[in-house]
Each structure stands twice: as structure tokens, then as C-alpha cells.
């Protein structure tokens, strides 16, 4: 057991001792600072503090101050309509809003996960091909260990890396937060906006359940890429088909959902959140266990590919 995980520790350290990871991580914490700056900036009427006899009539009074600046601020049209959306929430649910907050924050900018699973994918694309266009493929599997061993290693080193960048934008995201909004408790309530309806939430729960659905499409493409790395031995075509789907899967399963083949299709299922009250279904006839199963069907035929294909590749040559 500890050469396993001697091997994922090793691969773990491959992968951060490479400029390009710390430079993939400043990315991060630009777009989560930009983002902390924007929402105080941009946003800091969130951040005022409601009367416990007249937050009903304040709330009215911010719609119609939204309203009728409205026109004059098109950069702001979306965020100001969200903004109005939460208010009617709250007034026709009877519940004064708590100021905005961390744990607000952190629950508005669980959006990064889709930008983890595109980092992720970057790593799970090279992790095995690049091996190969370095020559170190050779050195590597001359150590006392098999290849399946060595191949499961780096994959559980990719999840690994998934795991550690989202605890690292969780964490930063609390600071980020913290530093522009204050503290509002260890587990605040927050509102989220989800299929165009607002629900009422934990922190924790919220970000479980972004997270979870989030990674999903994360591992899938994890593994497409460290398939195509394991089977082609190209980086490039790894990291380019899997950032297509993940980017474009939602358009293309779009443009194919008139066909009834394309229920089938990987990026059709990625999407579970559709199953959810208020969803709307990609394709006609879909439902969770059969998006599920189409899921795990794919993965199968990744994994075992992956491990087939290098467990009898010739690399004499290379």
C-alpha cells in the first residue's frame, strides 16, 4: 500500500513542481480576486444592513432605484435583474436578507469549478504523453512496479490535483471574502438562483451540491483526456477534444437533440442538474438512471482502454 502511495506523492510533486501549474494557480486567484473586487464594487448595495420593522419597504424602494437606473447602466442589466429577482424572493417569502457575506461569496463563485475541470483536464492530457515526448517513459517503467500500478498512480494523481486546486479556491474564496465582506458565521444561509427559481440554503449544502454536480463533467473529462494521453501519446489532441466537449458540449447537444441518437452522446448526460425540479431536459426521453448508466458505460470503456493500450505498448522505441 505505501508504494502506491509513494507513486501518487511522486506524481503529485511532478505536477507542482512545473511552472506551469503555479502559473495556472495565479490564473485562479486572479479571477477570484477580480471577482471579490467586482462583487463589492459593482455590487455594494448587497452589503447594506436591512431594519427589523421596515426591511420590507427598503427592499421595494431598491427595486424601483434598479428599475429606474436600469437603462442607464447596461453593463449592470444582468446583475441589477438578478438583484430585483432575490428581493421579490424575499418579500414574497416573508424572510429579511441577511447582509451579503463570505459565505455569500463563496457560494456565488462555486461557477470555478468549471474552471478547475479545464485546468484539470490541461494536467490529465500531458500527465502520460508527455512522459513519452520527454523520453522519460523508459525510466519510469524500469522501476519494480507494473505498468497498471504506474498508470493508476498518475491517474489518482489527477484526481488528487482536481481535489487540492477546488480546496484551494474554496479556502481563498472564504479570505477573498472575508477581506471585502466580513465574517456572517461558519455556515450562513445563503440564496441561490438555479433554473430560474431562488431557493434558501446552507453554504455547505450549496457548494456540496454545486461541487457534486460539478464534478461529474470534471472526472468524465479527467478521464477522456487521460485516455487519449495514454492511447495517442499526444497532449494536444487530448487537451483540445476534451476542452471542446466541455466547453461546446451544451451547444452541440443543442444543435443534435432533434436526432434520437444523440441521447447517447458523452456531452449529453454530463449536465445532471437538469434532472432537477424546474430542469428543463437536453433531449426527450432522457432521465437520471438512464444518464447515469450512458455515464458509466463511457467510463468503463475509458479506463479500460487507457489501461489496455499502455499495459501493451512497445516503448523500445521511443
Known amino acids: 500500500m505505501s508504494n502506491i502511495f509513494n507513486l501518487v506523492y511522486n506524481e503529485l510533486l511532478k505536477i507542482f513542481i512545473r511552472k506551469s501549474t503555479w502559473v495556472l494557480y495565479g490564473f485562479l486567484t486572479l479571477i477570484i480576486i477580480a471577482s471579490g473586487f467586482f462583487a463589492y464594487f459593482a455590487g455594494n448595495e448587497r452589503t447594506a444592513n436591512y431594519t427589523d420593522e421596515g426591511w420590507q419597504e427598503e427592499l421595494r424602494q431598491e427595486n424601483e432605484e434598479i428599475g429606474a437606473n436600469a437603462e442607464e447602466d447596461i453593463f449592470m442589466?444582468?446583475?441589477n435583474i438578478e438583484r430585483m429577482s432575490e428581493n421579490d424572493y424575499y418579500l414574497e417569502n416573508d424572510l429579511k436578507p441577511v447582509s451579503y457575506g463570505a459565505g455569500q461569496f463563496v457560494a456565488d463563485?462555486?461557477?470555478m469549478i468549471s474552471i478547475v475541470s479545464l485546468l484539470t483536464v490541461i494536467i490529465a492530457g500531458g500527465?502520460?504523453?508527455n512522459e513519452f515526448r520527454w523520453g522519460t517513459i523508459k525510466l519510469l517503467l524500469i522501476r519494480p512496479y507494473s505498468r497498471g500500478m504506474i498508470l493508476f498512480a498518475k491517474y489518482v494523481g489527477v484526481?488528487?490535483?482536481a481535489i487540492i486546486t477546488l480546496l484551494y479556491v474554496t479556502v481563498l474564496g472564504w479570505i477573498v471574502g472575508l477581506i471585502f465582506f466580513g465574517f456572517d458565521g461558519f455556515n450562513p444561509q445563503v440564496i441561490i438562483l438555479e433554473n430560474g427559481s431562488h431557493r434558501y440554503e446552507s453554504v455547505v449544502l450549496a457548494l456540496l451540491t454545486d461541487y457534486g454536480y460539478g464534478l461529474v463533467s470534471l472526472i468524465m473529462m479527467a478521464t477522456l483526456a487521460f485516455m487519449i494521453s495514454s492511447v495517442f501519446r499526444n497532449s494536444t489532441l487530448a487537451i483540445s477534444i476534451s476542452i471542446i466537449i466541455l466547453l461546446?458540449?451544451?451547444t452541440i447537444t443543442l444543435i443534435l437533440s432533434r436526432y434520437e441518437w444523440?441521447?447517447?452522446?458523452?456531452?449529453?448526460?454530463?449536465?445532471?442538474?437538469q434532472y432537477e425540479e424546474g430542469g428543463r431536459v437536453?433531449?426527450?426521453g432522457m432521465t437520471l438512471p438512464f444518464s447515469?448508466?450512458?455515464?458509466?458505460?463511457y467510463y468503463v470503456v475509458f479506463i479500460v482502454l487507457a489501461w489496455w493500450v499502455f499495459g501493451r505498448r512497445d516503448v523500445a522505441g521511443d
Open 77 to 79: 442589466l444582468g446583475f
Open 109 to 111: 463563485a462555486s461557477f
Open 127 to 129: 500527465i502520460v504523453a
Open 159 to 161: 484526481l488528487s490535483f
Open 248 to 250: 461546446s458540449g451544451s
Open 262 to 273: 444523440s441521447k447517447y452522446l458523452l456531452f449529453a448526460n454530463l449536465n445532471l442538474r
Open 282 to 284: 437536453a433531449i426527450e
Open 292 to 297: 447515469i448508466t450512458v455515464l458509466a458505460v
